[in-house]
């Protein structure tokens, strides 16, 4: 059965190399149960022939889970989407918006933008293997491609190979002449052009992504379309989703800081037990008290005992002190 319409795509933090590992994933579904998590961004190639016990697996309880997918093979992406599906992700989801040179070499990501009977193929192929929805990630343009007559004929394209819901990162990207940092930040917002698309096509579930962090622009882009996708300003500050469940999804009964401490420590000690090195979970916990009276201590902590023995780490209490402080201090400062 077709699980799409059960998939609440309202609020989702957005796939970031490097950051939205297994981990970092489980850490942020501590603060929120209501929004929708993706992977990293996995190749087609490591999917297929990697560790996919150590590429893929992920706890039950990072839930709801896609997988970001990165290729332009239809048949290895035709594998990757039964694979995701037989392992219990509830989204698989194209990348056609990483400007990387690496991924361009690969052929996939947003040079992918400039081929869309292939990108159609590609969906087909995916739609055609699963029964978990098959979603696209997408700029608005590419290079001096930045017209909206593009974007929506490309989207249309896609659409008719059997794909319903888009995440469009409201930058274009450069493929050539900007690192892939840069190209999160250089490249113009043109929000107006994502809602044209909604507004045009209503008829397709159309998610916003880029640059949004408050609640204020969040409730905005939510008159206009049907999600927001938030990348980076979770990774930053990743309590803020306790602000997103407040106020977006009404949830009366939030966890404070300690309490996101005390369970992902448990989560710790099963890790290690495992051999997972500890830096690899609390190096996604930096910014934890993002803003807030304790943010320095909690940092310098981490900074000079992540990279002790798993065993003292876990042996010492100094760590829920610290977070002990830290709350005493927030409490005293509002």
């Not at 839930?63 to 989204?91: C, F, T």
């Not at 408050?214 to 990774?235: A, F, P, T």
């Not at 495992?274 to 902590?301: C, D, E, F, P």
Request: glycine letters at 6%.
């Amino acid at each position: 059965m077709d699980t799409k319409n059960k998939l609440n795509r309202k609020i989702s933090v957005a796939p970031m190399m490097d950051c939205t590992d297994r981990h970092d994933r489980f850490f942020l579904r501590l603060m929120s149960k209501n929004v929708l998590l993706y992977s990293e961004m996995v190749a087609t190639k490591s999917a297929i022939h990697g560790d996919r016990k150590k590429i893929l697996s992920f706890s039950p309880e990072e839930k709801p889970l896609a997988l970001q997918v990165g290729g332009s093979n239809k048949e290895e992406l035709s594998e990757v989407a039964k694979i995701a599906e037989d392992m219990g992700y509830d989204e698989i989801n194209i990348n056609l918006g990483c400007p990387s040179k690496k991924v361009q070499k690969n052929k996939f990501g947003a040079c992918l933008m400039k081929e869309p009977d292939l990108v159609a193929e590609c969906i087909n192929a995916m739609v055609m293997s699963c029964k978990i929805p098959v979603t696209a990630k997408t700029r608005i343009g590419f290079d001096d491609v930045e017209s909206f007559e593009y974007l929506n004929n490309f989207i249309h394209k896609i659409h008719h190979a059997g794909t319903k819901t888009f995440i469009l990162h409201a930058r274009k990207a450069m493929l050539t002449g900007l690192s892939p940092k840069q190209n999160l930040n250089i490249p113009k917002l043109n929000y107006d052009m994502v809602y044209e698309v909604k507004k045009t096509n209503p008829h397709l579930e159309i998610i916003i992504n880029g640059g949004i962090s408050k609640i204020e622009e969040i409730n905005n882009h939510l008159s206009k379309c049907d999600g927001v996708m938030i990348g980076r300003s979770i990774y930053q500050n990743p309590y803020s989703l306790v602000d997103i469940e407040k106020n977006i999804f009404k949830t009366e009964t939030n966890p404070t800081r300690e309490q996101v401490v005390e369970k992902l420590l448990e989560y710790v000690g099963k890790e290690v037990k495992l051999g997972t090195k500890v830096n690899h979970i609390m190096r996604h916990t930096v910014g934890l008290y993002h803003g807030q009276a304790g943010s320095k201590n909690w940092k310098r902590y981490l900074s000079d005992n992540m990279m002790a023995r798993d065993s003292d780490f876990q042996k010492t209490k100094h760590i829920m002190s610290i977070v002990q402080n830290n709350e005493k201090a927030i409490q005293a400062n509002s």
